[in-house]
């Protein structure tokens, strides 16, 4: 069973906790984190969506992410997913945006790195497989059909600021 904080849309916690799977009461928020991966190549990182998942199964996305548990900070939730769902160890994350977005605060990082691109591993449940691709192939991405909507209603911003969208 997975436990997760409530907050305040302020991002005040309230308290309380809330578990997944069970209805989130009106007003009640929890955190989310995603995490952009860009090789210093210049590349990204797609992952495919295990295809037992609920929502969107066998779609590739640009993140690794996933709900903080019980007293995680969203840092601390942003490197435990990006290592459980890639492998990636990293050290630090640059922030690019946070939002509220339905009953979830979100907090978005980008991380660098220069991992082995062959060494990217799967996390049972959520995965199935991955694939880096070069810029242009990644803004195809992004304005194609493929892309989570809602991946890509929240990235919207941070993509617009680099000029991959308009």
Same mark, same amino acid.
């Given at each position: ?17 809330? +578990? @997944? ?8 928020? #929890? !955190? +989310? ?11 990204? !990182?797609?992952? @495919? ?10 779609? #590739? ?6 709900? &903080? ?6 840092? %601390? &939730? ?7 769902? %890639?492998?990636?160890?990293? /050290?630090?994350? /640059?922030? *690019? &945006? ?9 907090y978005q990082y980008l991380c660098v790195t220069d991992r082995d691109k062959d060494s990217i591993t799967l996390q049972e449940g959520e995965t199935i497989g991955y694939k880096w691709v070069s810029e242009s /192939? #990644?803004?195809?991405? *992004?304005?194609?059909?493929?892309? *989570?909507? %809602?991946?890509? $209603?929240?990235? %919207? $911003?941070? #993509? ?7």
């Amino acid at each position: 069973m997975e436990i997760w904080d409530g907050y305040r849309a302020d991002g005040t916690p309230l308290g309380i906790d809330l +578990v @997944r799977g069970e209805p989130v009461p009106e007003g009640v928020y #929890f !955190l +989310v984190v995603e995490i952009l991966v860009r090789h210093t190549d210049g590349e990204y !990182l797609l992952m @495919r969506r295990d295809l037992g998942k609920p929502a969107f199964p066998g779609y #590739f996305e640009a993140t690794a992410g996933g709900a &903080a548990q019980k007293g995680e900070d969203p840092l %601390t &939730a942003a490197l435990r997913e990006l290592r459980e769902e %890639t492998g990636i160890e990293a /050290e630090a994350l /640059e922030p *690019i &945006a946070n939002m509220l977005y339905r009953q979830m605060i979100c907090y978005q990082y980008l991380c660098v790195t220069d991992r082995d691109k062959d060494s990217i591993t799967l996390q049972e449940g959520e995965t199935i497989g991955y694939k880096w691709v070069s810029e242009s /192939e #990644f803004i195809e991405f *992004i304005s194609s059909g493929d892309m *989570i909507p %809602t991946q890509k $209603e929240r990235y %919207t $911003e941070y #993509f617009k600021k680099l000029g991959y969208i308009k």
